[in-house]
């Protein structure tokens, strides 16, 4: 039983250090990609922005590397409603 315990906090500990999650480590890749414009508010963009997920983003992210310049490219590609 203990042997079972220790084997179990291991692997939690493993799946924790390399970010390994149930769903798998590229999920979060593959749900960016699949993330349309129309399913994005601005400020979920801002978000993604101050994490520096520009890369991620879209075409029309490529090459910003200033959270200060993704957010105003935020404010053009996905205005208030």
């Known amino acids: 039983m203990a042997l079972r315990t220790i084997l179990a906090v291991l692997a939690l500990l493993f799946c924790a250090c390399f970010g390994l999650h149930a769903e798998g480590p590229d999920s979060s890749q593959m749900q960016t990609a699949q993330t349309s414009k129309i399913e994005m508010t601005q400020q979920q963009c801002k978000v993604k922005c101050q994490r520096f997920g520009m890369k991620r983003m879209g075409e029309a ?10 957010v105003d490219k935020c404010k053009e590609v996905y205005p208030e409603k």
């Open 61 to 70: 992210f490529q090459g910003i590397t200033s959270p200060t310049v993704c």
